[in-house]
T-cell receptor, first 114, second 114 residues
Framework: SQTIHQWPATLVQPVGSPLSLECTVEGTSNPNLYWYRQAAGRGLQLLFYSVGIGQISSEVPQNLSASRPQDRQFILSSKKLLLSDSGFYLC?????????????FGPGTRLTVL | GDSVTQMEGPVTLSEEAFLTINCTYT??????LFWYVQYPGEGLQLLLKATKADDKGSNKGFEATYRKETTSFHLEKGSVQVSDSAVYFCALSPSQEGAQKLVFGQGTRLTINP
């Protein structure tokens, strides 16, 4: 069966510090991968998605970047965090290809920028 | 663009009450529709889905019917339990090729009192 992991689970970082969040998927190959952010009391905003290694699409211009160095690894990064980067970050995967594919979510990383 | 509008929360009910959470959508073509549930401090879990008009998704006593004529996908449960307390998200997946980018509603917080 497929599983998706995210770490760390929680993170407290000062403004201006760098960020690296990691997501890995097991039990499937060549998945579509996604990063979402959920601000406090709000819905989910798609940040990035990837259909293959090295292929990243950005949905919202911002202080963050994403990379996919391996087939089942997706990394969210920032060089200098802002207060507004605080939130709950969720990684998700879906089966690659066309059609109405369900997305499966990881447990999330709660980031607090102080 | 595509969008999802959910009933505003929070919603508070007593155990064994009937639940309805309204969801309407705007989309071109024939999107797939989803309900996800988020328990406190966790990621999102798929609750149910429907991929074409008049389909009914069901799981754990929850049901939702894809109504194209009213562009709706309302979530219902006949008798709620305390363990159903969570945030519920309605979402759609646009009906086009490529990575399936889910569009989410704002979420509805549900609290069930014993």
């Amino acid at each position: 069966s497929q599983t998706i992991h995210q770490w760390p689970a929680t993170l407290v970082q000062p403004v201006g510090s760098p960020l690296s969040l990691e997501c890995t998927v097991e039990g499937t190959s060549n998945p579509n991968l996604y990063w979402y952010r959920q601000a406090a009391g709000r819905g989910l905003q798609l940040l990035f998605y990837s259909v293959g290694i090295g292929q990243i699409s950005s949905e919202v211009p911002q202080n963050l970047s994403a990379s996919r160095p391996q087939d089942r690894q997706f990394i969210l990064s920032s060089k200098k965090l802002l207060l507004s980067d605080s939130g709950f970050y969720l990684c998700a995967w879906s089966v690659h290809g066309t059609g109405t594919d369900t997305q499966y979510f990881g447990p999330g990383t709660r980031l607090t920028v102080l | 663009g595509d969008s999802v509008t959910q009933m505003e929360g929070p919603v508070t009910l007593s155990e064994e009450a009937f639940l309805t959470i309204n969801c309407t959508y705007t989309a071109t073509g024939y999107p797939s529709l989803f309900w996800y549930v988020q328990y406190p401090g966790e990621g999102l879990q798929l609750l149910l889905k429907a991929t074409k008009a008049d389909d009914k998704g069901s799981n754990k006593g929850f049901e939702a019917t894809y109504r194209k004529e009213t562009t709706s996908f309302h979530l219902e449960k006949g008798s709620v339990q305390v363990s159903d307390s969570a945030v519920y998200f309605c979402a759609l997946s646009p009906s086009q090729e490529g990575a399936q980018k889910l569009v989410f509603g704002q979420g509805t917080r549900l609290t069930i009192n014993p």
